[in-house]
């Protein structure tokens, strides 16, 4: 197989390579905000929480007040019951009574009301409470795992760089050029392989002369349609042959 041709197929490899490191590396924010989102939310929920309890307190005390001051006006209208000195009012002051005895019951299903409320929310808080520990722990330990998965992935970046750097020591200036161009345009595969007589790059039919200078794999070779440098599996497996710089390349491909 032509040696620069099989520097190309392993450059490419390292790309594809850098490429799926980049993406893992793009989705860790990605990955520590939804770990993040639920601790949010149950803290929101939380503190809306605790602003009903505080809202519903303020509601008893004030019920608790005016049912206080209900009874003593209450307590206050009975002892006038002595006082009066007819049939006529004394049965009028005792409908008095009993309608405030009404309102008395209400402000005490209000104060009820209130105590009920405020046992349900608390019950709610304390359920929260317990769940923002758990995902609050979550995120610590996804936090932990994410930092050791960026620090990995962040060797693995440099060490294929390093790989990549002396790759291209060997890789005439040219050809790296227009792999460069290519993958400008063409974003990931530059190098395609060739199946039957396929172009796996763009599955289209390349003509059977090309595919046979293909197989020979002593020259560089693109395909007529999508212009991807081409290549055959089976010549990776070959002893690759260094070509000289004075060498021809399958330049009227290549600058095509």
Do not use: W
Not at 126 to 136: G, I, K, P, R
Not at 145 to 160: K, P
Not at 192 to 211: D, F, H, K, Y
Not at 240 to 246: I, T
């Amino acid at each position: 197989m032509n040696f620069q041709l099989s520097l190309l197929v392993q450059l490419q490899q390292l790309d594809l390579k850098l490429h799926d490191l980049e993406k893992q590396q793009q989705q860790i924010p990605q990955r520590l905000q939804a770990a993040q989102s639920p601790v949010d939310q149950a803290r929101t929920r939380s503190e809306d929480l605790k602003a009903m309890l505080e809202t519903i307190a303020a509601d008893r005390r004030s019920g608790e007040q005016d049912l206080s001051a209900h009874e003593s006006h209450v307590q206050k209208m009975r002892e006038r019951l002595n006082e009066l000195k007819t049939n006529k009012e004394y049965q009028a002051h005792l409908f008095e009574i009993e309608m405030a005895n009404k309102k008395k019951d209400g402000l005490e299903e209000r104060v009820l009301l209130a105590m009920e409320r405020a046992e349900e929310k608390q019950k709610e808080l304390e359920e929260v409470e317990q769940l923002l520990q758990d995902v609050t722990q979550t995120l610590e330990q996804e936090k932990v795992a994410l930092e050791a998965l960026s620090a990995q992935l962040t060797d693995e970046v440099a060490r294929i760089e390093q790989e990549k750097q002396s790759l291209l020591a060997s890789l005439e200036k040219r050809i790296y050029q227009r792999y460069s161009i290519l993958k400008s345009s063409l974003k990931l595969v530059v190098v395609a392989t060739v199946r039957g007589e396929t172009c796996q790059g763009c599955q289209l039919q390349i003509p059977p002369q090309l595919c046979a200078s293909v197989k020979r794999a002593d020259e560089l070779l693109t395909c007529p349609y999508c212009y991807r440098i081409l290549y055959y599996e089976d010549a990776l497996n070959e002893t690759p042959q260094c070509v000289s710089a004075q060498e021809p390349v399958a330049q009227e491909h290549l600058e095509g």
